[in-house]
C-alpha cells in the first residue's frame, strides 16, 4: 500500500494545515448531518452511496469560502498532483489525427515512448489491438493513458510498409516543460505557461543558451500565467535578482510559521523584461513583484490579476480511517498529515477520502506590499493586442522541422505554418496539421512573393523565410512586446 507523504506540497502556492473545528456541540451536528444523508438515501429515487454524500457535504463546506478553495477526491487529487508536478502518465507522445488513426509529431526526451523506439511520423492504427481508424485523437490519448508501470501495445505503420509494427510500451511518467524559448538577436524571449514542479529545471535551460551565447538582456512573459508552486517562483526569481526578501507568506494559524523567502545573488546577471496582463496571478506575480521592486527589470503591460493569498493541500481521512485511529490513539483527527506529526501514524492512500486545497495566509511582495484584490502596475504600461484572423500572434511556436512536407503529409510545422499565413491575410481553412492543396496554394503564392520556387511545399528555405516573418509579426502586431524589446534595445 502506498503512504503518503509531504513532497513539495508545502511549497505549492496551495495549503499548510487542515484541521476542523467543532464546537462544543459538535456531536448534534455529527448527528444532523447523519440524518441528512439518512433522509436523502431513502427518498432520493436512485441509490447513492454514503461516502459520494460525504464528499458532497465537504465539497459545499469548502466552496462557501473562496474561489481557490475546493475538495479533490482521490482521481481529481491525482490529476492535479500531476499538473503541479508538470507531469502524467502515459508514454510521452504528441499525436494528431490522420486517416489511419493517428500520427505521432513528437516524441519527448527520456519517455517510455523514445525508449520503446517509437518515431515521429509513424502511424498509430492499434491501441492494445484495438482498431483506432476513425477515433479522436482525444479517444486514442485516452486508450494511450495509463496507470505508471502498466504495458501498452501500439501498433503502428512506418514509412511506406503496410505491415503493422507492435511496440509494446511501459507507461511512466512523462515531464512536460511549461517554458518555452527562442533567441531574437541579442535577446531570448521565453515564456512562462505555469510554476509546475519542472519550471526552474527548463528555466535554467533557457538560461544556459543564454549563457553559451553570452546575451544577458531577455523578454519574460507571464501574460496568461495563472501561478502554481511558491517554490518554483522563488527558485526562478533567485536567479534573476539580486540579494534581499523575495516575497514573505504570512499565515493565519499559530500553527504556521510565516516564511521569508530571500535572494542571495550578489549582483543580477541578466536584465529581464517582464511581460504581464491582468491575467498573470498568484505566483506570476511573486516573480513579477520581485524583479520590479529590485529594480533588477522592470514591467510591461497590464495591470496583473491581483491573488495575493496562498493554499495548501492537506490529505482528509475517510470516516472509516478517522473511526480506526481514533480507538487506537483516542484522538479525533481528520487531517492525515497531522496523524504524522502528532503520532508517527503511516497513512495510507487508501485512508483517504481525498484532499483539500484551502487559503491559509497571504504573502507581501519585496517592498511589502499586499496586492491581493489590488495586482502589480507595471513600469511600462501597454494595451493589451488583439488576435488576427482569429490567431493569437504568440500562440505560433517557430517551424523547427528538419525534412521537407509535401501535400497530404502531416506534421506541427503545418498548423504553425498555416497560422502564420493566416495572420498575413492568405487564404487558408482552418489551421490543421496537414498540408491540404488549399495550403499548398497559399505557400505557392507566398514563395513567389519572397523569389523563391513556387513548389507549394515546406522546405529549408520557406520554413526560414516563415519563421522570419512570425518575428516581424510579433513585433507589429504583439505592441507589449515590441515595447520590451525597444527599452531593452535601449540598455548597454
Do not use: C
Amino acid at each position: 500500500m502506498r503512504k503518503i507523504g509531504r513532497k513539495s506540497f508545502v511549497l505549492i502556492l496551495l495549503v499548510l494545515q487542515f484541521v476542523i473545528l467543532l464546537p462544543s456541540n459538535a456531536a448534534g451536528y455529527s448527528d444532523y448531518l447523519d440524518e441528512i444523508i439518512e433522509t436523502v438515501q431513502e427518498r432520493y429515487y436512485k441509490d447513492i452511496p454514503r461516502e459520494e454524500l460525504l464528499k458532497g457535504a465537504i465539497r459545499g463546506i469548502l466552496n462557501s469560502m473562496d474561489d481557490y478553495t475546493t475538495f479533490f477526491d482521490m482521481n481529481e487529487s491525482a490529476d492535479f498532483m500531476n499538473s503541479m508536478e508538470g507531469n502524467y502518465q502515459g508514454i510521452g507522445v504528441e499525436i494528431i489525427q490522420v486517416p489511419e488513426g493517428a500520427q505521432v509529431t513528437r516524441v519527448f526526451s527520456n519517455s517510455p515512448a523514445e525508449s520503446a523506439g517509437i518515431m515521429v511520423k509513424d502511424r498509430i492504427v492499434q491501441v492494445d489491438k484495438v482498431d483506432v481508424t476513425g477515433f479522436t485523437v482525444s479517444d486514442i490519448a485516452s486508450l494511450i493513458r495509463g496507470e505508471n508501470g502498466t504495458y501498452v501495445e501500439i501498433g503502428v505503420l512506418r514509412g511506406n510498409s503496410e505491415e503493422i509494427l507492435y511496440i509494446p510500451v511501459q507507461r511512466g511518467i512523462v515531464n512536460i516543460s511549461p517554458v518555452t524559448w527562442l533567441v531574437d538577436g541579442d535577446i531570448m524571449y521565453i515564456k512562462l505557461e505555469s510554476f509546475s514542479g519542472n519550471s526552474a529545471h527548463y528555466f535554467k535551460q533557457a538560461l544556459k543558451e543564454m549563457d553559451d551565447i553570452g546575451i544577458r538582456k531577455m523578454v519574460l512573459d507571464l501574460r496568461n500565467n495563472p501561478g502554481g508552486e511558491v517554490g518554483q517562483a522563488v527558485s526562478i526569481a533567485r536567479l534573476l535578482v539580486h540579494n534581499g526578501v523575495i516575497t514573505t507568506l504570512d499565515f493565519k494559524s499559530e500553527d504556521a510559521t510565516d516564511v521569508v523567502y530571500q535572494s542571495y545573488m550578489t549582483k543580477a546577471k541578466y536584465i529581464p523584461a517582464v511581460l504581464v496582463n491582468e491575467r498573470s496571478a498568484s505566483a506570476s506575480e511573486i516573480l513579477a513583484s520581485a524583479i520590479q521592486d529590485s529594480a533588477d527589470g522592470f514591467l510591461v503591460g497590464t495591470k496583473t490579476f491581483g491573488k495575493g493569498v496562498v493554499q495548501n493541500l492537506y490529505p482528509i481521512l475517510s470516516p472509516e480511517a478517522y473511526e480506526k485511529y481514533k480507538a487506537i490513539y483516542g484522538d479525533s483527527i481528520v487531517d492525515g498529515y497531522d496523524w504524522i506529526n502528532k503520532h508517527g501514524v503511516n497513512v495510507l492512500e487508501s485512508d483517504l477520502i481525498g484532499w483539500i486545497k484551502i487559503t491559509t495566509g497571504h504573502y507581501l511582495t519585496r517592498s511589502g506590499k499586499m496586492i491581493d484584490g489590488v495586482g502589480i502596475t507595471p513600469d511600462f504600461i501597454v494595451d493589451n493586442y488583439e488576435p488576427v484572423n482569429g490567431i493569437d500572434i504568440q500562440s505560433i511556436r517557430v517551424l523547427d522541422s528538419s525534412d521537407d512536407i509535401r501535400v497530404n503529409d502531416a506534421a506541427n510545422d503545418v498548423y504553425n505554418a498555416e497560422k502564420i499565413l493566416t495572420v498575413m491575410g492568405y487564404d487558408i481553412d482552418a489551421p490543421d496539421n496537414i498540408l491540404d492543396e488549399k495550403t499548398s496554394n497559399a505557400l505557392k503564392k507566398f514563395q513567389t512573393g519572397k523569389s523563391l520556387n513556387p513548389t507549394g511545399i515546406i522546405d529549408k528555405d520557406t520554413r526560414k523565410l516563415l519563421n522570419e516573418e512570425l518575428k516581424a509579426l510579433r513585433v507589429k502586431i504583439d505592441k507589449q512586446y515590441a515595447k520590451a524589446v525597444e527599452l531593452l534595445g535601449l540598455l548597454k
